[in-house]
């Protein structure tokens, strides 16, 4: 055989093996962007504990939120519940609470990145990372329509090797990235109306700007 031809073969070898991995990775991040519609596609409520990353790091807190917009946010220093057309922002160290008018809310807020990005985002690239002790991998969603969805330039879901279990969100906004971790995510619970309506502890200073 000719030099040429065993140039030939081996080209032909090698272009192989790059479609096959090629087309194994496609079919791994659409496959596990299937998995995740299949689970969260249905997501009328969803209940999280967090902890920030960036771009300030160590905000612990909680949120309880419905797909129509009613939320239950609980952080270090304050409480924040929206009935879908108030917000009260209420402080505890300093005994008053902020009521205002909803007007509209930053898209990177995290129940809205959680109940939109099956719907708004198509999967472009899956690597693995390691977290902790786990092998995770990560899941680059980018807008369909090319564009910035709701500002958000891509959106990139940390999720556990073999699994469905989300462990860390990062949102590009701009040139911000925003990172959350994941401590517990529930869907679907049943959560009380009363949850999402604030009355104001005795001797609490109200500053309605409604």
């Given at each position: 055989m000719t030099y040429k031809g065993i140039k030939f073969i081996l080209m032909t070898f090698v272009l192989a093996l790059m479609h096959h991995s090629f087309s194994n990775a496609q079919d791994s991040k659409d496959q596990l962007f299937a998995q995740l519609r299949k689970k969260f596609g249905s997501m009328q409520s969803l209940e999280v504990s967090f902890s920030s990353l960036e771009p300030v790091s160590g905000i612990k807190g909680t949120l309880k939120a419905l797909r129509s917009g009613k939320y239950h946010l609980t952080v270090s220093d304050r409480t924040i519940v929206c009935d879908g057309n108030s917000i009260w922002?209420?402080?505890?160290?300093?005994?008053?609470?902020?009521?205002?008018?909803?007007?509209?809310?930053?898209?990177?807020?995290?129940?809205?990145?959680?109940?939109?990005?099956?719907?708004?985002?198509?999967?472009?690239?899956?690597?693995?990372?390691?977290?902790?002790?786990?092998?995770?991998?990560?899941?680059?969603?980018?807008?369909?329509?090319?564009?910035?969805?709701?500002?958000?330039?891509?959106?990139?879901?940390?999720?556990?090797?073999?699994?469905?279990?989300?462990?860390?969100?990062?949102?590009?906004?701009?040139?911000?990235?925003?990172?959350?971790?994941?401590?517990?995510?529930?869907?679907?619970?049943?959560?009380?109306?009363?949850?999402?309506?604030?009355?104001?502890?005795?001797?609490?200073?109200?500053?309605?700007?409604?």
């Open positions: 922002n209420y402080v505890p160290a300093r005994k008053n609470v902020t009521i205002n008018a909803l007007k509209s809310r930053p898209s990177t807020s995290l129940d809205i990145v959680l109940f939109t990005f099956l719907y708004n985002y198509q999967p472009k690239e899956l690597k693995e990372f390691s977290i902790g002790n786990s092998i995770y991998h990560g899941l680059e969603l980018i807008p369909k329509s090319g564009k910035t969805a709701m500002g958000i330039k891509s959106l990139t879901l940390f999720v556990k090797k073999g699994g469905s279990e989300i462990k860390r969100i990062k949102a590009v906004e701009g040139q911000q990235a925003l990172m959350w971790d994941i401590q517990s995510l529930k869907i679907n619970a049943s959560l009380p109306e009363s949850l999402f309506t604030f009355s104001p502890p005795k001797d609490t200073e109200i500053l309605d700007l409604r």
